[in-house]
């Protein structure tokens, strides 16, 4: 039995540094709680090494069926009115987008316009793509 196609993907907005990060600040100014946050020392689990760095992130809030290009734009669109702000936060913080990208079909690709990217122009910030194909 052949097994269905799948394609995954995600972006993340995530805000971290090795120093402290004012989480309530990043809060109250976005307006946004975050979809993940932990402090430098902290552990994922009991066994696991203690995180090296501070870190809030932001996923987009879609399905990871939807196309990368659509977590991109749904991202945006939830940062966009805070540009500023977050270029600010360069000054101390390193941010980042994290974009995911997983399928079973080894022959596919990625298609993003050139709305998709603005994000990463207006906030100087790399475009990098993780692809995990199975």
């Known amino acids: 039995m052949e097994e269905e196609?799948?394609?995954?993907?995600?972006?993340?907005?995530?805000?971290?540094?090795?120093t402290k990060i004012d989480f309530e600040e990043i809060e109250k100014t976005l307006g946004i709680t975050p979809t993940s946050k932990h402090k430098k020392g902290e552990r994922r689990g009991a066994k696991t090494p203690p995180y090296k760095h501070d870190m809030w992130s932001l996923e987009s809030g879609l399905k990871e069926e939807e196309s990368l290009e659509k977590h991109l734009l749904a991202l945006?669109?939830?940062?966009?009115?805070?540009?500023?702000?977050?270029?600010?936060?360069?000054?101390?913080?390193?941010?980042?987008?994290?974009?995911?990208?997983?399928?079973?079909?080894?022959?596919?690709?990625?298609?993003?316009?050139?709305?998709?990217?603005?994000?990463?122009?207006?906030?100087?910030?790399?475009?990098s793509l993780s692809i995990i194909t199975t």
């Open 5 to 18: 196609l799948y394609f995954d993907n995600s972006a993340t907005l995530r805000i971290f540094s090795e």
């Open 76 to 127: 945006w669109g939830i940062l966009k009115p805070h540009k500023e702000y977050l270029l600010t936060l360069k000054e101390t913080a390193k941010i980042d987008v994290f974009c995911g990208y997983r399928s079973n079909n080894h022959i596919a690709g990625v298609d993003l316009s050139h709305q998709a990217l603005e994000l990463f122009s207006e906030l100087k910030i790399d475009f």
